[in-house]
C-alpha cells in the first residue's frame, strides 16, 4: 500500500495587485504541497491550515472533507467563491489531478499519488513532437500505469472537465471562454486569446495577463501558434491604451521564456492597421484586420419563419447596426419577440440583445455560452432562443 499522504500542491500564486502580504509568504510559492485532513480549511484567518493573505478572500473560504473514503470541498460562502476545474461550486468531491482555485490565482492541483513522469520520453517528445510513434510509446507507457494522461493522448475525445484539468493554471480561462484551444494528443497547438465580453473574471484584465500564464503553463509546451485579440478586452477609459497593451505584449516575448515549438503570433483583429511593434521579436508577430463579416444561417425552427432560410449566408455592413428581429428592415427577419443585433465598434465586432429587462434571462447563447453581449471571432456559433442557429464568418 502507497503511504502517499493526499495533498494540495501550489501551482499557480495570485495576482500580485490582490496580496495582502509583503513580501508573500515563502511557503504559499509554487511546488509548496500541503497535506490534506479531515476539516482542512482555506482563508485569511491565520488558524487556516492554508491561511491565504489575500483582499479577495473572506476569513475563511473553503473546507476540505474526508466522508465514505471520499475527499470533498465545500465553499463557505465567500463573495468571490471557490472554483473546482474551472467552475465555480457549492461542494464537489475531489478526484486525483482536479485543479482548485480560491479566487484570484491561488491555484493548487489536488494529488492523490506521487505524479509519474518519463523524462526521456517527453524529451524526445519536445525534440519530434510530429513523430506519432513517439507519441504512441509515451501513451502506452502511461496507459500501462493507469495515469489520465494516457487515455489523453491515446484519444481525441474531447472532454471539458478533462482538458480544464490539464490546463492548470489557466482553467478558469478555458472554462469562461477566454482561451480557445485546438488540441492534439491532448495538448494544445493552436489558441486563441479574447475576453468573450461575458466572464465573471474582475476588473480589466489585460491580454498580457493572459499570455504570461498561458506561457508559463507546462500544458502549452507543444503550442505552435497564438492568436490573441487585444482589442477585445477594451473597456471605457482603457482604449487609448491599446497601443500600451501591444508594447506590453512585445516586452512578454522578449523577456519570457517560450514554448520550443510557438513560432507565430497573430494579433487582432485590430483597428488600427499602420500598429507595429519595433523591436525585433522572438517568434513572428502579424497583425491582421477584419472588417468584412457574414453569417451563415445554420438551422432555423419552423415556427420562426426566418426570412433568409437556412443555407443562406447573408452578409453585414459595418455603417449601421445589422439585426435580427421582427422588422421588415431586418438583416435577418423572425417571426417571434426577439431583437439581436450585430455592430462594428472599435474594430470589432459584437453581438448583443436588445430591450431585455434586467429580470429576464438572456437569449443569447455565443459557442454554447449564455450571453446578453459577447464579442465575435470568426467560426463563432450563435443561437438565439432555442429555434435560430448562426455561424459567424470573417472574411
Not at 52 to 61: A, E, H
Not at 77 to 87: C, F, H, I, P
Not at 370 to 395: K, W, Y
Request: hydrophobic residues 45%.
Amino acid at each position: 500500500m502507497s503511504d502517499f499522504a493526499p495533498c494540495l500542491e501550489i501551482i499557480g500564486v495570485p495576482w500580485e495587485s490582490l496580496r495582502t502580504a509583503r513580501p508573500w509568504p515563502v511557503e504559499l510559492e509554487r511546488g509548496r504541497r500541503f497535506e490534506l485532513e479531515d476539516g482542512f480549511t482555506m482563508g485569511r484567518e491565520p488558524s487556516a491550515h492554508l491561511s491565504l493573505p489575500l483582499i479577495t478572500l473572506p476569513r475563511r473560504c473553503a473546507r476540505i472533507e474526508r466522508k465514505h473514503g471520499r475527499w470533498w470541498v465545500l465553499d463557505l460562502g465567500g463573495t468571490n467563491g471557490t472554483y473546482l476545474n474551472g467552475v465555480r461550486i457549492k461542494d464537489g468531491e475531489l478526484r486525483h489531478g482536479d485543479v482548485l482555485e480560491l479566487p484570484w490565482g491561488l491555484v493548487s492541483r489536488v494529488l492523490f499519488t506521487e505524479p509519474e513522469v518519463n523524462t526521456s520520453i517527453e524529451a524526445d517528445l519536445l525534440e519530434f513532437p510530429d513523430d506519432e510513434a513517439r507519441w504512441g510509446v509515451w501513451a502506452d507507457w502511461l496507459l500501462e500505469r493507469g495515469l489520465a494522461l494516457g487515455r489523453r493522448l491515446s484519444s481525441e475525445v474531447r472532454d471539458a472537465e478533462d482538458d480544464a484539468r490539464a490546463l492548470g493554471t489557466m482553467a478558469i480561462f478555458f472554462r469562461e471562454g477566454w482561451l480557445q484551444p485546438e488540441w492534439r494528443h491532448g495538448f494544445p497547438v493552436s489558441v486563441v486569446v479574447r475576453d468573450p465580453g461575458n466572464s465573471y473574471l474582475m476588473g480589466e484584465v489585460a491580454p498580457v495577463v493572459v499570455l504570461e500564464g498561458l506561457l508559463r503553463e507546462p500544458a502549452f509546451r507543444f503550442v505552435r501558434r497564438v492568436e490573441i485579440d487585444p482589442v477585445s478586452f477594451v473597456r471605457a477609459g482603457v482604449w487609448a491604451r491599446l497601443r500600451e497593451e501591444i508594447e506590453a505584449l512585445g516586452e512578454l516575448l522578449v523577456g519570457a521564456p517560450l514554448p520550443p515549438w510557438l513560432s507565430t503570433l497573430r494579433v487582432g483583429p485590430m483597428p488600427i492597421s499602420e500598429l507595429r511593434l519595433n523591436q525585433p521579436m522572438p517568434v513572428a508577430v502579424e497583425f491582421f484586420t477584419a472588417r468584412h463579416a457574414s453569417l451563415e444561417i445554420v438551422n432555423a425552427a419552423a415556427s420562426l419563419h426566418a426570412r433568409p432560410g437556412p443555407g443562406h449566408r447573408v452578409g453585414l455592413t459595418t455603417d449601421e447596426p445589422n439585426v435580427i428581429a421582427q422588422v421588415d428592415e431586418a438583416t435577418i427577419r423572425v417571426e417571434a419577440p426577439l431583437a439581436v443585433q450585430i455592430v462594428f465598434d472599435q474594430g470589432r465586432w459584437r453581438a448583443e440583445e436588445l430591450n431585455r429587462r434586467p429580470a429576464e434571462l438572456p437569449s443569447l447563447r455565443v459557442n454554447g455560452r449564455v450571453a446578453a453581449h459577447a464579442t465575435l471571432r470568426d467560426q463563432d456559433f450563435i443561437e438565439i432562443l432555442d429555434g435560430l442557429s448562426l455561424r459567424f464568418r470573417m472574411h
